[in-house]
């Protein structure tokens, strides 16, 4: 009869057990955070080219989501990236690469891991044709055109 007992306990205990998904025993809850950008800050302005978005690592994360639109999330016409970038054998991926023509964006980047994501962090950018930075627009009274 003892044993019984015990073996019911166990499996009790074992069902009980079994009842937590593997995400509340192994998977930290990142939802709270935010993911920190590096480059380029918010409302940056650059040259067109290739532009290197970076950001710093969020603990317990094990990719990021990145996302550019233009002009702007709410009016997106282009989608120029949206990308999961999983961490590998090499480590955390930190930054993306992207071949940006001049033009108005918006960028977004999450961390995540297998249950849940952080909250979106979403930056303005603006990428100008050579010759055409703030300094030098027709719109610009005291420049001749």
């Known amino acids: 009869m003892k044993t019984y007992k015990i073996v019911k306990i ?3 205990t074992v069902m009980m057990i079994g009842t937590l998904s ?5 998977d930290k809850d990142i939802t709270a955070r935010s993911v920190e950008v590096v480059a380029p800050a918010d409302k940056a302005e650059a040259p067109e080219g290739e532009v290197t978005f970076l950001w710093k690592p969020v603990s317990y994360a094990t990719g990021y989501h990145l996302t550019i639109v233009s002009p702007s999330f709410e009016h997106a016409a282009i989608l120029i990236a949206d990308t999961v970038m999983m961490n590998d054998t090499l480590g955390v991926k930190l930054r993306y690469r992207h071949l940006m023509p001049a033009g ?11 249950s849940y994501t952080t909250r979106d962090n979403i930056s303005h950018l603006n990428i100008f044709a050579p010759g055409g ?3 030098n627009r027709d719109d610009d009274p005291d420049v001749e055109g």
């Open 10 to 12: 166990a499996i009790i």
């Open 22 to 26: 593997c995400k509340d025993i192994f």
């Open 104 to 114: 108005e964006y918006q960028w977004n980047i999450r961390a995540l891991n297998s």
């Open 133 to 135: 930075n703030e300094e």
